[in-house]
């Protein structure tokens, strides 16, 4: 179901979302890669990755507003698929996302939320696919999509939020996922870790940290998947492909 900003509703409802699509598809990443899956995209970051690749839920967010009731209904519409990926954006922004959380609990789907874990909330996940940002991410003006540089200290400042990340990682089943390039963005990956570990209530384990290629195109992929691959194996971490980038380039609605 395409979600475009030519489909307008007043903001007027207390548990309304944002959605920028909502859509049937596989599960490109993580430890569910493959798997038949819905997403539910809301819109709205609180960060602007250079590199996003959902670029219109950030940089230039476009959405519809919709009832969790509504969204509970688009999704029970697909009847093949019984896990859920509440995705963005970073779909946590939202108060309302619980309540969907909820919704979608009771009714036995299994739900994955990919936040970038610098907000926390009390709600049902089954797995957190937390992504924490890199240095490699601030749009700096040499690499801002949008314009000369405006985000990259407000990105900067927030892009790492360690009581959420504990949080996250305490109260859920949990990935951490690193979008890499090279040898650097391990060592600070490597950094992070010993710095949530210490904080931490709970083991995190070498085997729930993904590295993964940065590239939202094949072309690029194919640049960067090899050292990543690589990078992995020497460090032993979890490499992740980008399942829908290989199978299907820059489509939307994958
Ligand atoms: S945190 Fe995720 S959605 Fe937000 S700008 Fe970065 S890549 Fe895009």
Redesign the pocket.
Known sequence: MPVTSDVTRPDDGDGDLPINELFYSLQGEGRLAGVPSVFVRTSG?N???WF???YH??WEPTHAWMDVDEIVAAVAGYDRADHVVVT???PLLHDAVVDLLHELDARGYHTTVET?GTIHRDAPIDLASISP?LAN?TPTPERDPAGEGEWAERHERDRIDLDSLSRLVADHDHQLKFVVTDETDVREVEELLSRLRAVAHVPIRDGDVLLMPEGATRDRLAETRDRVAELAMAHGYRYTPRLHVDLWNDAPET
């Open positions: 970051c960060l602007r990755c996003c690749d959902s839920t950030s963005g954006g970073e970038n940002k991410s």
